[in-house]
């Protein structure tokens, strides 16, 4: 685990992740998940690329936080923990049992439905907030079924 990801997940007050064994997971970003020694599953993605670049993938992500703590979800995401926009870190509850949006869509279970609550809810934040790319969204709102 690097140091900068130990060093925020202690600051947040949700314990270490220096003893706990951790999962990478698959994505554009350095994704890793783990338990801390609270017990506290968390899901932490780092931003890579160009920093102008990961400046603006970071604050779409944001963006969407903004929008759900006016209780705009209507449907169910992981629980933002906090974040360091210097490192481009963001921290989420972990889910179980949960398939992105993308995963969903690769399987062809990507509904009418789901689309539609996925575009009511993007624009819902059109001018209220940061515009929002909706891939962006959809994997971080970790939009799916259960698996």
Sequence with gaps: MDASVEQLVVRLHLGSLD??????CPGRND????????????????????PKISLKRYQRPMSC?????RGQAPFPRREFLGD??????????MLDDIRS???????????????EEAGRTV??????????????????????KAA
């Design 84 to 93: 360091d926009e210097e490192r481009r870190l963001l921290v989420f509850g």
């Design 65 to 69: 936080e903004q929008l759900m703590d």
């Design 19 to 24: 003893a706990s064994e951790d999962f990478s």
């Design 31 to 50: 994704n890793r998940s783990g338990a801390t020694d609270t017990r506290k599953a968390v899901f932490v993605k780092r931003l890579n690329g160009n």
């Design 123 to 144: 624009a819902a934040g059109i001018g209220r907030t940061a515009p929002v790319d909706p891939r962006s969204f959809v994997s971080t709102a970790g939009l799916g």
């Design 101 to 115: 949006g993308c995963g969903v869509a690769a399987e062809e279970e990507f509904t009418e439905a789901t689309s």
